[in-house]
């Protein structure tokens, strides 16, 4: 029992680090600030259902070329969560 709790601390003493290099990342707070616009767009769409907000999404015409080629800044977020972790900078 005692090396489990041993290996825990460990474990959150490595990951405490870690994730105050990623909460400080600058390339982490602008994606999390991209991430953080293209919800709000969404947030506008999305909600709690009503009569009006349906009619409203109804009558939108959406162009798929135009929504597919958005940036996707998940996996470069990704990408750069794993770096910290792994230590690659």
Known sequence: MIEFARGS???YLI???KAKRWNGDKQVKALLRKIH???KD???L???FSA???ETLSAMTFDRAKLADRPLPYEELDQRTMEILMGVD
């Open 37 to 39: 616009r293209a919800s």
């Open 42 to 44: 969404i947030d506008a």
């Open 15 to 17: 990951l405490k680090e």
């Open 9 to 11: 601390m460990r474990t």
């Open 52 to 54: 009006s907000r349906a």
């Open 46 to 48: 999305t909600g709690e």
